[in-house]
């Protein structure tokens, strides 16, 4: 089994002969996918322990999704996607496909045949039940307008005082949402 730190020196470390990164086998990078949704929980729990939620009531859960699924991608390299919810369209969350191999200890939603984890960007955790409706790869290809889930000035502001406050540095977009 591979552990964090042979993820880690896989990742950023290791080359093959002539420079050419290792090829990972698909058991490898399924482990390591594994082994991200912890980094990606232990993320989402000091997120949490920092008052994420107060930020995220501030700005709105749209908004506290287009930034949560913004620091997701970017932190750990991952391909997320906004899920709408079901009646209500406004209830959105992130959801990240479950690897195919092997069990993980986090919930996971099956919808389209296809099992996510589904991150509640208000809380913010992993959630055993979301009322989901459609799933898209970014805040620009909902049906619901572009301004629900844009970042305005005000909402940076309130992002770059909520950093100043905990310490966390989250990654932040500019005044483009997705």
Known sequence: MINSLD???????????????IQLTQVQKETVKKNNMENISGGL????????????????RQRA???????????????????????????????????????????????????????DPMTPAIVSDFKYGDIFDNTGETYLQYNYFRLFPEDIDAVKQWTRKTGVDIRCIDSIGG
């Not at 880690?8 to 470390?13: A, H, I, N, R």
């Not at 949490?48 to 700005?59: D, N, P, R």
């Not at 997320?80 to 079901?86: L, M, N, Q």
Request: cysteine-free; aromatic content about 12%.
């Open 7 to 21: 993820i880690y020196t896989l990742k950023y470390f290791v080359t093959g002969a002539q420079g050419d990164p």
């Open 65 to 119: 999704t287009t930034l949560l699924l913004y620091h997701l991608r970017t932190t750990y390299d991952i391909d997320a996607k906004i899920v709408s919810g079901s009646p209500k369209k406004l209830d959105t969350a992130i959801a990240i496909k479950e690897p195919s191999r092997g069990d993980t200890p986090f919930p996971t939603v099956k919808f389209k045949g296809v099992r996510y984890y589904i991150i």
């Open 45 to 60: 729990n000091y997120l949490s322990s920092k008052g994420w939620t107060e930020l995220a009531e501030h700005i709105g």
